[in-house]
């Protein structure tokens, strides 16, 4: 079964300084999605960066970027430029991109990670 | 454009009162449907999945069952709360795309619920 890590409950950074959040997950499989998410103090969750296993190049959005090492199996956000609107919980989660079956569209999450923005 | 409805906002609940929890989705067919629950300040577990109509995979043994019986909806159901049914729970949707449109969940506003 496909599990996702985030090993930081809690993290800080000052306002306009540049911020990681780490990720790790366990798979079998070669093909998948992976995202990041936000979820400010409201609990809407909002999709912050996507990326797919296939593609070498890692995503970007604007002042989000990943890096994402498919042999380590990690899948890193990095906030740049952090803004006090950033603050939230963030959570990484997993999908198989396999056709659907048994499981292949299940879509488990990490226990997220706290986000405080100093200003 | 797809949407997605989960109701009620806010429910405070009897320990051993009946629960149900629905959830709808529009503008899009054969959707993969999930609840999740939400501890506070903690992470999503995964309580039920659902590829089709009446097809229902359960993540965690416990107090609450799913079920889908149209396309677009799907309900989360108690006989009996008990007083760790509370938490925060959520609703989602995924496009059932594979390599080509495969895409993210697309989340409700969630539901507080409270076991007194």
């Known amino acids: 079964a496909q599990t996702v890590t985030q090993s930081q409950p809690e993290m800080s950074v000052q306002e306009a300084e540049t911020v990681t959040l780490s990720c790790t997950y366990d798979?079998?499989?070669?093909?998948?999605?992976l995202f990041w998410y936000k979820q400010p103090p409201s609990r809407q969750m909002i999709l912050v960066i996507r990326?797919?296993?296939?593609?070498?190049q890692n995503a970007t959005e604007n002042r989000f970027s990943v890096n994402f090492q498919k042999a380590a199996k990690s899948f890193s956000l990095k906030i740049s430029d952090s803004q006090l609107g950033d603050a939230a919980m963030y959570f990484c989660a997993y999908r198989s991109a396999e056709p659907p079956g048994q499981g292949a569209q299940k879509l488990v999450f990490g226990q997220g990670t706290r986000l405080t923005i100093n200003p | 454009s797809q949407t997605i409805h989960q109701w009620p906002a806010t429910l405070v609940q009897p320990v051993g009162s009946p629960l149900s929890l629905e959830c709808t989705v529009e503008g899009t067919s054969n959707p993969n449907l999930y609840w999740y629950r939400q501890a506070a300040g903690r992470g999503l577990q995964l309580l039920f999945y659902?590829?089709?109509?009446?097809?229902i995979s359960s993540e965690v043994p416990q107090n609450l069952s799913a079920s889908r019986p149209q396309d677009r909806q799907f309900i989360l159901s108690s006989k009996k709360l008990l007083l760790s049914d509370s938490g925060f729970y959520l609703c989602?949707?995924?496009?059932?795309?594979?390599?080509?449109?495969?895409?993210?969940?697309?989340f409700g506003q969630g539901t507080r619920l409270t076991v007194v």
């Open positions: 798979t079998s499989e070669s093909d998948y999605y």
């Open positions: 990326q797919e296993a296939y593609k070498q």
């Open positions: 659902s590829v089709g109509i009446g097809q």
């Open positions: 989602a949707w995924s496009s059932r795309g594979m390599k080509v449109g495969g895409t993210e969940a697309f």
